[in-house]
């Protein structure tokens, strides 16, 4: 009996010693436009803060909007996410063609690695990646090493977030 209650609270705590949580919000400042994010290549949020209990592995959000999205296109510019306990997160902006720039997009961490932060605010913002092929490595990538790190999209008038650019 004692031994069983002994495994059991042991397997408890080794299950809670693992387990992580992340949460990606958005902040849409353009009047216009939805934000979503795809997990996956699955659509797990038209605008509405999304949390998982688990890594947040090949996330890719953007703006929907003047149909970027539509039939297939990749023309909206992405911000990837990539949220995870057991390697450090990252989180990077593209521009890669065919992508346009179409309005501002800022990212910050937050519960972890507070205040790191991206921003792009005109097509030719020198955080965003604009080629795949680019041996110089254009752009940013912001790693985060914290545990159960967060991350806050802002779209358009980034200065008026309260998380600021």
Known sequence: ???????????????????????????????????????????????????????????????????????????????????????PSFVDILLIPPQVYRSAACVTYSDGCDGASLTCTGPDCSEAIISEDDPSGSGAVLVCEDSDANVIITFCDCAASPIGP
């Not at 979503?36 to 947040?56: A, K, P, R």
């Not at 909007?65 to 911000?79: K, L, T, V, W």
């Open 1 to 87: 009996m004692y031994w069983s209650l002994s495994l059991a609270l042991v397997l408890l705590l080794a299950n809670g010693a693992y387990s992580e949580s992340h949460t990606v919000s958005f902040i849409n400042n353009c009047g216009f436009g939805t934000p979503v994010l795809l997990v996956d290549e699955v659509v797990v949020s038209n605008g509405s803060d999304y949390s998982s209990d688990m890594s947040i592995i090949k996330g890719v959000a953007y703006l929907d909007q003047d149909g970027c999205a539509s039939g297939g296109s990749e023309s909206c510019m992405e911000i990837e996410i990539n949220l995870s306990n057991s390697s």
